[in-house]
């Protein structure tokens, strides 16, 4: 009958409908092991189960979330939840804090606030307007919201306070203008305005809000001006609920924090390691040396020292600057501000390898044969002092032969050894065959005032991959001494592109007459070869978004299941402790599991890596989205003043609402509706990403590069709607037979392209 449970019949493969309702009721238990498991299913049983579960996953009934199986549109176990309201009964109702534009209505989920029995400890209170990570949960109530949830954590208590934009209409009245679309305009009173002026971003509170008319609002606090990049990264902080003020007792901790002792440390001081960093780096978590190794059984190879800030001396698992740093999970970087994991006090003074200073850190020494491949690796702790605090360009130009009064006296026993064992690593990364995505990044430079001065694509540089390469060998090194010690760690992992997602790829690639093999064992150089074939082609940008958007993202796990993008088995985040959680707990891991003093890992830290690496990857996911809206609404505020100017752009996403054109100058996506382009009637093929007129055959297709007119900027929303001024192309016959196709319904609402993860 409907709405019954599934019928588990133990030692039998269920039919597909049991199987999907089983997931969709228990998202909890949706890896292959859980289902496997409540299902008693042994043997070749289950191997025929993995068969259903690849061919559900195809047929797009089933998406892989982490490692775990869940139906399409459902919330992860974990989600990040704002709570907006109260249902009838008094209880909680919360909506993902993140949500796709074109999904529908966000769900509502009901917040359980009772404590559960089977933890150690009540679960945290949370109330209206508060930010939280929850435990999610289906609703057994078929009559209430889809889903409860169990508190985890509050990440920001809002207090009933929003953020805006002072206006004063026509009749004098002050209102304040939301920053979030689905906020409402309130109303100031002018004894509530306090120093704000008209256009200034103020953060309010609530004083009024009655049954009819608008809220009424005081402010609390003055941003800035709106023109002004610090408000605009303001709006981003404040809208994904970033903790940017340290607490009391946290700045205070810091400011006690005394400079590490020698105890359990060797001494390095006399090893001239280097600091390598953009130029405008306040912080430095990482120091490298290079030499040939002296031994006869290793002939012609080298030895590479990492040696990494030892922030797990002054952060201490449960003290107060820990629960900080772990709410925080890690720093957000803006154009002209960087909200710290860490207070300055720890990031920029004490950790920080500050040059001819003694400071401490977690080294490893690597050896590696003239062929590349690493023979060995220890760790070590010390007290190190850096010998020189170079920029990447200053690096490079002394190795260019262009040296100054810094690095002349460096050139030969320090740059050149570096640069030596970098060749060497790189024989050994070319045989590895990581992916090799080219997808420029673009940095914002901005004048005096916190305007957009330009936007570039900064070189990319030998010292950049020298330091790359050196970082991830002791990435990989962490994770390969965790496991031979059987020390409980956090991974970082990075899962092979969906069947469903390979085979979208490999249908777009078709129409370029670029084959992609069938089977689920693809590998990073089956993509390599893919790059190389669109390498100088009209095609090649738009090839390397569409790898790119086949990749699955990179998160955090105690459970390993290897870094697909990297092609390594072993990999766990440990050169960037001063700005990622994830790294400090492996410095724990490898202090305590190497008997190496204080600061190790606690039994109770290791009971809770699950939760902690579930929080961190959130928590990474929302500054990348706070940095993102940042740049779109920077941007806007740039190109306000140009409504009605022409542009070339690049057509960088297709969905069936219309087109995102990216303007390659700026890095910024704007819109055009499909309502208005053209006067065709366009049907969209997702396979292909493309929009074909349905008479003509004329189309647009990502990748292709248009001019556009400006229509509209709204630098609040970082929005931009463009006019399409391009004739559509002749689109291949395979995107045009899709027609009919997509008249029979089964053209797919497509979503808005994701921007690039380099956060390896």
Known sequence: MAGDKPVIVQGVVPPRDVLLAFIADNPDKGSKREIAKAFGLKGEARVELKDLLRTLEEDGLLKKSRKSLTRPGALPPVTVLDITTRDKDGDLIGRPAEWPDDAGAAPAVLIRQNSDNRSKSKAPSAGINDRILAKIFPNKDRSGPAYTARVLKVLDKRQNSSLGVIKTIANGEIRLLPTDRRGEEMVIEPTDIGEAKDGDLVETEIVRSGRYGLPRAKVLSVVGSVASEKAISMIAIYAHGIPHIFPKDVMEAAEAAKPATMSHREDWRKIPLITIDPADAKDHDDAVYAELDPSP???????????????????????????????????????????????????????????????PALAVRMVFSKEGRKVGHTFHRVMMKSAAKLSYQQAQAAIDGKTDDKTGPLLEPILKPLWHAYAVMKIGRDRRQPLELDMPERKILLKSDGTVDRVFVPDRLDAHKLIEEMMIQANVAAAETLEKKRQPLIYRIHDAPS???????????????????????????????????????????????????????????????????????????????????????????????????????????????????????????????????TINRLIAHHLAGRIGEEFQGRISGVTKAGLFVQLPTYGADGFIPVSTIGNDYYIYDEAHQALSGEKTGLGFQIGDSVEVRLKDAVPLAGALLFEMLSEGKKLPTATRSFHKAGRRGRSTPGTRPPRGNRRR
Request: aromatic share 6%.
């Open 297 to 359: 059984d290793n002939p012609d190879g080298v030895i590479v020292t990492v040696a990494i800030a030892d922030v797990s001396w002054y952060i201490r698992p449960g003290a107060a600057l820990d629960r900080e740093a772990l709410k925080r999970g890690n720093s957000v970087y803006f154009p002209d501000r960087v909200v710290p994991m860490l207070p300055e006090r720890i990031s920029n003074d004490l950790c920080s390898l500050r040059e001819r200073e003694d400071r």
């Open 499 to 629: 069947l469903a997602k390979q085979e979208t790829l490999r249908e777009f690639l078709s129409t370029l007459g670029i084959p992609l093999a069938k089977g689920g064992q693809v590998r990073a150089n089956s993509f390599n070869g893919i790059l190389a074939k669109a390498h100088g082609t009209a095609h090649q940008v738009m090839v390397n978004e569409m790898v790119l958007r086949s990749q699955s993202q990179a998160i955090y796990s105690p459970e390993n299941i290897g870094h697909f993008g990297l092609n390594l088995m072993k990999y766990a985040h440990f050169t960037s402790p001063i700005r990622r959680y994830a790294d400090l707990i492996v410095h724990r891991a490898l202090v305590g599991s190497l008997g190496l003093g204080e600061g190790g890992i606690k039994p109770e830290e290791e009971a809770q890596l699950d939760d902690i690496a579930a929080e961190i990857s959130t928590f990474e996911r929302r500054a990348m989205a706070a940095e993102r809206d």
